[in-house]
């Protein structure tokens, strides 16, 4: 079974950055694509960055693109670097991984079949 453990939350003023990391363990194939979601009290969770891991290809939503980066540091870690963070940014951010092929691009939009972390809270403040 994947296990994902996320580090690197806590509160910064707009404008700020914080990195995210998430150690991932349990993998015994082909790993899919794994990403960064986020959600606020009372709303869906939302897709926020992925990467395809065989080929580094990455996919961001509307939102975050060109502030936020995702890479991975091996077979081990998957980071989100998050620049210019803005108040609306506030979220608990969750590392996951698709169980299945998936685009990755499209597995932002229906993280069905996905493992998931148990989140790092981020709060951006004005």
């Known amino acids: 079974q994947v296990q994902l453990v996320e580090s690197g939350g806590g509160s910064v003023q707009a404008g700020g950055s914080l990195r995210l990391s998430c150690a991932v363990s349990?993998?015994?194939?082909?790993?899919?694509?794994m990403g960064w979601f986020r959600q606020t009290p009372g709303a869906d969770r939302e897709g926020v960055a992925a990467?395809?891991?065989?080929?580094?290809?990455t996919y961001y939503s509307a939102s975050v693109k060109d502030r936020f980066t995702i890479s991975q540091g091996g077979a081990m870690k998957l980071y989100l670097q998050m620049n210019s963070l803005k108040p609306e940014d506030t979220a608990r951010y969750y590392c996951?991984?698709?169980?299945?092929?998936?685009?990755?691009?499209?597995?932002?939009?229906?993280?069905?079949?996905?493992?998931w972390g148990r989140g790092t809270q981020v709060t951006v403040s004005s």
């Open positions: 349990g993998y015994t194939a082909t790993r899919h694509c």
């Open positions: 990467i395809y891991p065989a080929d580094n290809n």
């Open positions: 996951a991984a698709a169980r299945t092929p998936r685009h990755c691009g499209l597995w932002l939009g229906d993280a069905t079949t996905t493992d």
